[in-house]
């Protein structure tokens, strides 16, 4: 995949800290930010995932009474 240079500007505090958890892991700090990146992008899928899990775990009696197999091809009048 080809790569993109992005540029980004933070305190020394937080440069040095990804400097040394970079070296920490034998990888580059470039490497490491992007690992970063890629671990916070899938975690907000997971997250997504799990809140749309628990979502139907709530309120499956809901949708069944509103979607099951009684109700097949209609829906109820709104009141």
């Known amino acids: 995949m080809p790569k993109t240079q992005l540029n980004v500007r933070?305190?020394?505090d937080t440069a040095r800290a990804a400097r040394e958890r970079a070296l920490a892991r034998g990888?580059?700090?470039?490497r490491y930010i992007e690992d970063l990146v890629r671990r916070d992008a899938g975690e907000q899928g997971r997250m997504f995932v799990d809140a749309a899990a628990d979502f139907m775990r709530r309120y499956e009696t809901v949708f069944a009474e509103e979607?099951?197999?009684?109700?097949?091809?209609?829906?109820r009048p709104v009141e």
């Open 27 to 30: 990888m580059s700090v470039n």
């Open 67 to 75: 979607f099951g197999p009684d109700t097949e091809g209609r829906r």
């Open 10 to 12: 933070v305190d020394a």
